[in-house]
């Protein structure tokens, strides 16, 4: 027999046989992830400092709605956060109470040891130095461990920025789900990671393959949606193309997220994830998002009020097509062993 040399990294395909099929029984789901961090000026450059912890409040409303709703939301959490006596009793309890589950997401400007250069290419805490990534992460995981009794098992890294050692790093550091994966992007450009010809489906991933990947979901829509990836990196290099395609409803690239995406072309991204046999559908936004004024969705009252119109929409939309929400035990549990797979020699 001879092992195959992949290790297991985010930023390279899965191997065929690190594929995961969740249990028939689970059928078809979502699940949603908040990405749970500070308030700052996403126009200005990044900075350890200027950062506030203040939509408490916007956040409370927001898990009333989604407890109401029976969705189990997974508040991946970064360090100023967690630093936050009020924002940590609070999601404290909503966990306690089996309302939410809490993770883990990494900023590294503002994550102890602050060893690194505060810059764009920096931001991306994959792409630090090996020991100072694990440090970050350490740091993050033993002030959780402190704040809410256990060490977290999903992670998402803040910017969705994994490198060639986070797989193996989270691994190490016990944890059991990463959804930082962001499918069909590239954010190379900006010093970051490239996950374009990555899949929609759960894998293994990391060395000794024990860390479930759930990449966040996005497909293509429109009547050309059948070109896929390569159509739409095509029109991408075009420049002008792109856009002119998406207008005249060809392609486009939709994430499922309320944050920029109109609900006409979520609901066009649901069927699609459907269609092409995603079982698992990944939703996100920033907490943030929750509040007046810390993020460019929600400027107004009138911007907040139809963000929960979406969510009403985009909730009725996933019941007639009989896809229930999924909490983080239940998709774990639904997810068989792997199967050792090997090549005769």
Known sequence: MMASS???NL???????DRIIPDPAFGTRFMLFVDTEEEFDW?????????????IAGMARGQAYFAAAGVKPVYVTDYPVVESDAAAGMMGQWQA??????????HPWVNPPHLEEVTTANSYVGFLPEAIERAKLEALCSRMEARFGSRPIAYRAGRYGVGPNSARLLEEAGFQLDSSVRSRFDYSGQ??????GLPQHPYWAGPSRSLVELPLSTAFVGLAR??????????QRVGPLAGALSRARLISRVPLTPEGVPVRDAIAAIDALIEDGVRVLNFSFHSPTLELGHTPYVRSEADRTAFYQWWDAVLAHLARRGVMPSSLNQLLAA????AEACKAA
Do not use: M
């Open 191 to 196: 010093h970051g990671p490239d996950f374009h």
């Open 43 to 55: 126009n200005a450059p990044f900075s350890r400092t200027g950062h506030g912890v203040t939509a």
């Open 11 to 17: 930023l390279l395909p899965p191997l065929e046989q």
């Open 6 to 8: 992949h290790d297991g």
């Open 97 to 106: 109470d089996g309302a939410a589950d809490i993770g883990a997401h990494l």
């Open 226 to 235: 059948g070109g896929g990836e390569p159509l739409y990196r095509a029109a």
């Open 335 to 338: 997810i068989p062993a792997r």
